[in-house]
């Protein structure tokens, strides 16, 4: 076996520009191929994080303005929701899991001592968060014996809480809006600096503003709901629905503005995906050129070491110990500079991750669209096996037909 490594060992020595040109051939193709799926991932782990912690299966209403006269309605009329709407919508469509009101009250001023901040006072329950990105830094959320009892308590974001309370703690201590007295229950991280959010019971909220309990928006979940066909029915249904309980046309789509995140998020998914088929296309396609460089190169050396392999079965050495020669010389220059390609990949992958992580840090983005452009190792090392595999075979084929060769025919082949 010793001496079979060292006639290898000679062998590359004696041909380092074709040894050279076959590893960068197998490193290249390996090391391309990370890329282009790591970038593909990092461009669907963006776009997909914007997602964040909510449930994609939420539709949301938001109550509008007709845009046109209907059943001798004038335009511009104020459309409200209220409580009956949710109960209408539960009982009418099977597909609906669940009705979440809430309230928004914008451009409230919120002071603590000589301190104050502008701010949108959000009237929840407590599965708001089941839906919605909500993250809790100190103390708790909304609960549910905070809407029963009606209790003055508010859940403040971190960036206002360094505005009202500089470095002191604010879980416990009493804010005021419109004269009225809230006690910090929590803090929740602002998402994007643009957020201001104060979350306060609903039942709190109502009875001061909204003795009507009237809606400017509410939240569906949705049970059933599989393809973006099947969430533009259900959109359709909503609006007629609501159409007829408030009397504005079906076709008018500023009466009310449906989101509905699963049919955006179904997609989103659609579009990655033809976007990961492409990439996988490109990177199979490198995968291939790799290959068939590689099996070109060892086609020549084959070719070029087919008198040498007459001389050595002249000189007594059994056809399987030559072809075991050629294909453990296409093994190691597989595995070497496959592996070689790649740790080059996935380091390289792994550093822009890093550097992408740590200029993230302290920073806030609304939107996101490239993040974690790693790889999977195990498809890594998939590929890598597979070009190796596609080595040793373009070393095996033409071996085995020229040691067939006598080595007659072999010494004088040109």
Not at 70 to 83: A, C, E, M, T
Not at 374 to 391: E, F, K, P, R
């Amino acid at each position: 076996m010793l001496g079979i490594f060292s006639e290898i060992a000679t062998t590359l020595k004696r041909n380092k520009l074709r040894t050279f040109l076959t590893g960068f051939s197998i490193s290249w193709g390996i090391f391309m191929l990370i890329i282009l799926l790591a970038a593909g991932n990092g461009l669907k782990n963006g776009v997909t994080s914007n997602f964040g912690d909510r449930a994609v299966n939420k539709v949301t209403l938001w109550a509008g303005y007709t845009s046109m006269p209907y059943k001798g309605y004038p335009k511009w009329r104020s459309i409200k929701f209220d409580q009956s709407d949710s109960l209408m919508l539960s009982q009418k469509m099977t597909q609906i899991d669940q009705v979440i009101p809430t309230f928004d009250l914008n451009g409230k001023n919120v002071t603590y001592k000589k301190m104050n901040t502008t701010v949108t006072l959000s009237a929840v329950i407590p599965e708001f968060t089941k839906y919605n990105k909500v993250k809790i830094t100190k103390g708790r959320f909304i609960n549910d014996l905070d809407i029963k009892e009606f209790r003055k308590v508010m859940v403040i974001s971190d960036k206002d809480a360094l505005v009202l309370f500089n470095q002191d703690e604010p879980i416990g201590k009493e804010v005021v809006c419109d004269g009225i007295p809230y006690k910090v229950i929590g803090v929740h991280e602002a998402s994007n600096r643009w957020q201001n959010e104060f979350y306060v019971p609903f039942s709190t909220i109502t009875s001061i503003y909204n003795p009507s309990e009237q809606l400017n928006q509410f939240t569906i979940t949705v049970n059933g709901l599989k393809t973006a066909e099947a969430n533009k029915d259900f959109n359709d249904q909503i609006r007629n629905s609501m159409a007829r309980k408030h009397d504005f046309s079906p076709e008018d789509q500023d009466a009310i503005y449906i989101w509905n995140m699963l049919e955006d998020y179904l997609q989103t998914m659609k579009i990655f995906n033809a976007i990961n088929l492409f990439v996988w296309i490109v990177g199979i396609g490198t995968l291939i050129a790799g290959i068939v460089g590689v099996g070109n190169i060892m086609l020549i050396t084959v070719r070029e070491r087919t008198k040498e392999f007459g001389i050595q079965k002249a000189l007594g050495a059994k056809p399987s110990k030559i072809l075991w020669q050629v294909v453990l010389e296409s093994l190691i220059i597989t595995g070497i500079f496959g592996y070689i390609g790649m740790i080059s990949g996935v380091i390289l992958t792994e550093i822009i991750n890093y550097v992408m992580v740590t200029m993230a840090v302290g920073k806030t983005e609304e939107f996101s669209v490239f993040q974690n452009p790693t790889v999977d190792l195990g498809i890594a090392i998939s590929a890598t096996l597979v070009l190796m595999i596609a080595g040793v075979l373009a070393g095996y084929f033409p071996a085995r037909r020229a040691v067939r060769i006598k080595p007659i025919e072999a010494l004088r082949y040109e």
